[in-house]
């Protein structure tokens, strides 16, 4: 376990690792900081403390880790089409693979996935595992969990990512528990510090904070990344890879849950496809507003999006909806008109190319995300927008 | 029916703020509730004993003060609870804490189904409801947004995955985590909070329950935060003047400068 320490000769009572706890569990006794239960080790009092009177002794762990090598992907697939997101993990994972010196492998568990598999060698893969077989054809957390496990086991990658897709938030906890490693949800940066390990940045407290995570005695180092965050992989002409066809022992699977149906969501929905979104919020003022917003999409080529407030009051379908606690996007071009901007909505919209913002209220905090801001009402603006628009030749 | 839901008490995020000067969390003055979305698992458990007889328990790990969250359970109509707490059980990641709640769960005897929310709102991963179900060895179903059908051994259930709705047989015992979809979670009723007042709420140690204490706690914990910060999310915003038809023309102009129109 980890041990923190203050040295009493060394620290002058200053106060700064006081503020500077994030788990406010550092006060001052007698001029002197004391640290109470509740602390997780962060080290943010380490950095701030002047005189370096504050240590966190980490325990070693015995564990070789240099056996672990190579950055493997979860290449997801749901009805035979690989997840858009496993493209992105490929950019991401073959940069960290670079960085490292090792290598890129993916893995395609489905039935009938041989053309899919090869064809994902050329975005830059070392190896593609391809696990082919009736059992896995949809997603079940039983066969795929083992599946897995028994690859892990035998390739002992260094790195493991998976899309934080429902499949991936519902199979990588398992997989992480089966393997007893650590896992990071929702990643939105990775990157490898000066010791080799992977830095995982991931929101916390609804999008307030952002926490910077490792593990480090640890392999694999598994993560679930959001979909567009990370940048996508481009197709790389004369790529040399490798297919490997791998067989499953069915016999040694558990399979206890089974698919009686399934269906697909209507098309047309998905705000995480569209090159260009306009939401609207809560200064719509009723459901009809989504009207004018569904005008200035179709104007657009766009797709419609949502705020929380707005499908809370029940004006528009949860699948609209932007945010934490709906959907990421990262469109070109996110119109966000009477939103905001609550920390919560901007973390699911927030690295779009270009945002712009339309709202009654110039201190709105969406504001400071956009690119460009219009103070006014959207119900005299929008209409403008709309005619400019189809002026100009759309 | 014997139904175990796991709770967890969580601050009240939307005031969780960052002092802009230091770039640490403001905490004082933030009140703590129960996570939200557990609510909705509270909810669907009550449900199923009001229809098919049996108990709800419900399970949670964190400080002394957690069991208010879990007294507002009891005031919603749970049978009983049980707090996980000790300073050992301090700094636990997802790992530790699948392992430390499925020791608890252990304890408590045989159940038929475990009920989770969708995630917390603080650390808000989501991973601890199959994590736990994984350390108890029985299957999980995620993302349920409809109980179909209660049957001898098994359950039907409908759940979400991204653009799909699949129909899921799983046996029972097993652990579900359900989507806001799922219900409408009721208030508590003035016989459930005198019942809440008076409930006796054990705290289980680490020795209760058997749990190896390297598995708990920050010593049990693969991951650790190195870093919290503030997103950096701020552009530089180029406000467009001069009524609404100036600005509109102005707007369109611009978007098609930089080819996104």
Not at chain 2, 64 to 76: E, F, K, W, Y
Request: glycine share 10%; proline share 5%; with cysteine.
């Amino acid at each position: 376990m980890a041990e923190i320490k203050v040295d009493p000769q060394k620290c002058s009572g200053c106060g700064l690792c006081v503020d500077s706890c994030p788990f406010k569990c550092i006060s001052l006794l007698d001029g002197i900081a004391a640290v109470r239960e509740g602390c997780n080790f962060c080290g943010a009092c380490v950095e701030v403390c002047p005189t370096e009177a504050i240590k966190i002794k980490r325990e070693e762990r015995a564990v070789d880790l240099s056996d672990f090598k190579g950055v493997l992907v979860f290449g997801e697939q749901v009805g035979g089409r690989i997840s858009p997101v496993v493209y992105e993990l490929l950019g991401k994972g073959r940069e960290l693979a670079d960085r490292l010196g090792q290598n890129l492998e993916c893995v395609v568990l489905g039935k009938g996935m041989q053309g899919a598999a090869e064809d994902l060698v050329s975005y830059g893969v070392d190896r593609v595992h391809l696990y082919d077989h009736p059992i896995l054809e949809a997603y079940r957390d039983d066969p795929y969990t083992q599946t897995l496990a028994n690859l892990v086991k035998e390739t002992k990658p260094c790195i493991f990512l998976l899309g934080a897709t429902m499949i991936g938030r519902s199979l990588a906890p398992r997989l992480a528990v089966r393997l007893k490693t650590g896992l990071t949800a929702d990643c939105t940066g990775l990157d490898i510090d000066e010791k080799g390990n992977l830095l995982q940045t991931r929101p916390a407290f609804g999008g307030n904070v952002m926490a910077t995570i490792l593990c480090e005695g640890h392999r694999p180092q598994m993560a679930t990344v959001r979909y567009k965050v990370m940048k996508r992989a481009e197709k790389r002409q004369g790529w040399r890879g490798e297919v490997i066809e791998r067989s499953l022992d069915e016999t040694s699977i558990l399979d206890r849950t089974k698919i009686l149906a399934s269906s697909h969501e209507p098309p047309g929905c998905s705000i995480t496809e569209a090159e260009i979104i306009v939401s609207g919020g809560r200064g719509l003022g009723g459901p009809e507003g989504f009207k004018l917003i569904k005008e200035l999409a179709d104007a657009l080529g766009g797709a419609v999006g949502a705020s929380r407030c707005a499908v809370d009051d029940g004006w528009i379908a949860y699948r609209h909806q932007v945010g934490l606690s709906g959907k990421t996007v990262r469109p070109k071009l996110y119109i966000a008109c009477g939103i905001s901007g609550s920390v919560q909505h901007l973390a699911g919209m927030q690295t779009s190319d270009v945002i712009v913002a339309v709202n009654k209220d110039p201190n709105a905090p969406i504001f400071k995300v956009a690119d460009y801001g219009i103070v006014g009402d959207l119900y005299e603006v929008i209409p403008k927008i709309i005619q400019a628009a189809k002026s100009a030749g759309r | 029916m014997e139904i175990i839901v796991c709770v967890k008490q969580v601050p009240e995020t939307t005031e969780v703020q960052i002092d802009p000067v230091k770039g640490t969390l403001i905490r004082e003055g933030v009140a703590a509730t129960i996570n939200p979305f557990d609510l909705y698992a509270v909810e669907e458990a009550l449900r199923l004993k009001e229809r098919y007889g049996g108990s709800v328990t419900a399970i949670s790990m964190g400080p002394p003060q957690a069991q208010s969250a879990l007294r507002d359970v009891i005031a919603l109509g749970c049978d009983r609870a049980v707090l996980l707490s000790d300073p050992l059980f301090a700094g636990s990641d997802t790992l530790a804490t699948s392992y430390a709640l499925a020791c608890g769960i252990r304890k408590m005897g045989s159940y038929d189904l475990i009920i989770c929310g969708l995630k917390t709102t603080d650390g808000d991963t989501g991973q601890v409801g199959p994590g736990l179900a994984e350390e108890l060895g029985i299957p999980s179903v995620c993302y349920v947004r409809r109980i179909v059908e209660l049957g001898d051994g098994y359950m039907v259930v409908e759940r979400t995955l991204d653009d799909l709705y699949e129909t899921v047989h799983t046996p029972i015992p097993c652990l579900i985590t359900v989507t806001k979809e799922i219900n409408n979670p009721r208030l508590a009723s003035l016989k459930g909070k005198l019942a809440a007042r008076k409930a006796e709420i054990p705290t289980w140690k680490p020795q209760d329950i058997g749990a190896d204490p390297k598995r708990l706690g920050s010593a049990g914990s693969p991951t650790w935060v190195v870093k919290v910060f503030h997103p950096s999310t701020r552009r530089a915003t180029e406000m467009l003047e001069g009524g609404p038809q100036s600005q509109a023309e102005q707007l369109i102009a611009k978007l098609r400068q930089r080819h996104v129109l």
